[in-house]
């Protein structure tokens, strides 16, 4: 039987994952578990670029964990994983700066706009800029090249490290006439590239504009009473196509159940609260036995760890033979040429 294309990501433990992140990376990557085998980890040392505090990191590893199997991965047909587990990942992003131009890390996304900040403020350009976010891209390549990846679901604002790591893939085969590295595709969704948050603007933890998953009930009330809208009366007729509760609710519901709310919107007589009170409905229903098993994994952290030692045990075996070959290729492996 042929094997399944791989389909790749990870997502940092920097705090409890939301909406975007589910509507964004999280749903989009599960959804291609059916054609693809799925490889997704949970990218800590990521995190460490911003989280320092020990207590913390664990507790957000394994909320993310949680997360992911709450929501329906299933570890055993895929590969799920936390990436410190893997030695040969941090091997490999060493080899990989080898091969990456320094303007590459230069260009990143995330270090220039660090950059452009300390310069708006008058300050030394690299000022509180730590190697950790400098050379973020490399240790992403070696992510995503190590197990092969085909396709990588991410948001827009991981396009551009998805590129680095083919380039640089290519600049490693070309050099040693091998084809060892896979050049991976990005993949991003148009519908959910960017969610709105409850003041408009991305949803993002860096905002405080979030809706975090399997809230109980009485906050998730809250949280979706605070959505902005416009300060239209119940009586006028409402646009659904430029309100972001709506868009919320779009994105979970049937089509009839959405266009049914839109109908609601157009006809008049609806006020905001009974459209927020649609959508907090249907987050009930969609997220309740995803929170159930979300508390369940939580109140039992060893039936986590059980799951991401096993992981990272079958993702070594995996990743064994693929660096093998790179230790060969590159000539550190004396041994066994
Ligand atoms: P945050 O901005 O809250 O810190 P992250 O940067 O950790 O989120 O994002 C993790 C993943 O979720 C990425 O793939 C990112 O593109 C996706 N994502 C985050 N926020 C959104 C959003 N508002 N809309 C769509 N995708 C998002
Ligand atoms: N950098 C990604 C983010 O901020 C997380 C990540 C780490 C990742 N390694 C990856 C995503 C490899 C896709 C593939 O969201």
Redesign the pocket.
């Known amino acids: 039987m042929a094997e399944k294309p791989i389909s790749l ?1 990870g ?2 433990p ?2 409890m ?2 909406l ?2 589910y ?4 749903r989009p990557a599960l959804r291609k578990t059916e054609q693809y085998r799925g490889v997704y980890f949970i990218a800590d040392y990521h995190a460490l670029t911003t989280v320092f505090d020990g207590a913390q990191m664990r507790d957000q590893i394994e909320r993310v964990a949680a997360t992911w199997l709450a929501l329906g991965l299933d570890p055993e047909k895929n590969l799920f994983y936390k990436q410190s587990d893997i030695p040969e990942i941090f091997e490999l992003s060493w080899i990989l700066g080898c091969f990456t131009p320094k303007g590459f890390m230069n260009r990143a996304h995330a270090y220039k706009a660090k950059v452009a900040a300390n310069q708006e403020a008058g300050e030394e350009l690299d000022a509180n800029i730590g190697m950790g976010l400098y050379t973020y891209p490399l240790l992403m390549d070696a992510d995503i090249l190590l197990f092969g990846a085909d396709i990588v679901p ?5 396009k551009q490290h998805v590129e680095f790591a083919r380039d640089v893939a290519q600049r490693f085969d070309q050099n040693y006439g091998t084809d060892v590295l896979k050049l991976p595709e990005p993949v991003i969704e148009e519908s ?6 409850l003041d408009g603007r ?5 905002y405080g504009n ?1 809706i975090e998953l399997f809230l109980p009930s009485k906050q998730l009330k809250k949280k979706v009473n605070k959505i902005v809208t416009n300060s239209q009366g119940v009586e006028e007729p409402k646009d659904p196509d430029t309100c972001q509760v709506f868009k919320l609710f779009s994105l979970f519901a049937t089509p009839e159940e959405s266009a049914a709310l839109a109908a609601r919107y157009r006809e008049g007589g609806m006020g905001w609260g009974e459209a927020k009170n649609a959508l907090y409905e249907l987050l009930e229903r969609v997220f309740d036995e995803p929170r159930r098993r979300f508390e369940e994994l939580m109140a039992n952290r060893s039936e986590i760890h059980a799951i991401l030692r096993r992981g990272a045990e079958r993702a070594r075996d995996e990743a064994a033979p693929r660096m093998a070959e790179i230790r060969r290729l590159v000539g550190t492996d004396i041994y066994s040429a």
Request: a positive charge.
């Open positions: 990501t997502i940092k920097t705090g994952p939301h975007g992140n509507l964004g990376a999280i991410v948001g827009k604002d991981q959910t590239d960017v969610i709105p948050g991305k949803m993002s933890k860096s979030t």
